[in-house]
């Protein structure tokens, strides 16, 4: 969804209203996303876009943090 969509706003609000902690990071809306599944790859496999690559690997990054966390703390 484009960042300045309403649409986008609304599941920003809907997300903050379950008292859950929204991921610091987030994917824009980008080409290269779609062009990389088109070719069966992940975007860090077949984007073009550093910045695309870039987003996707700071979400897995801090999926992955945030899943060890919660690990340990079990």
Known sequence: ???RARLTSE???QI???G???ATH???NRVAYAA???QGKSATEGARSQTARTEISALATEISE???ALAESA
């Open 1 to 3: 969804v484009p960042p």
């Open 11 to 13: 599941i920003v609000e």
């Open 16 to 18: 903050d209203g379950t």
């Open 20 to 22: 859950l902690e929204r």
């Open 26 to 28: 987030h994917l824009g």
């Open 36 to 38: 990389a599944m088109g």
């Open 66 to 68: 945030r899943l060890e």
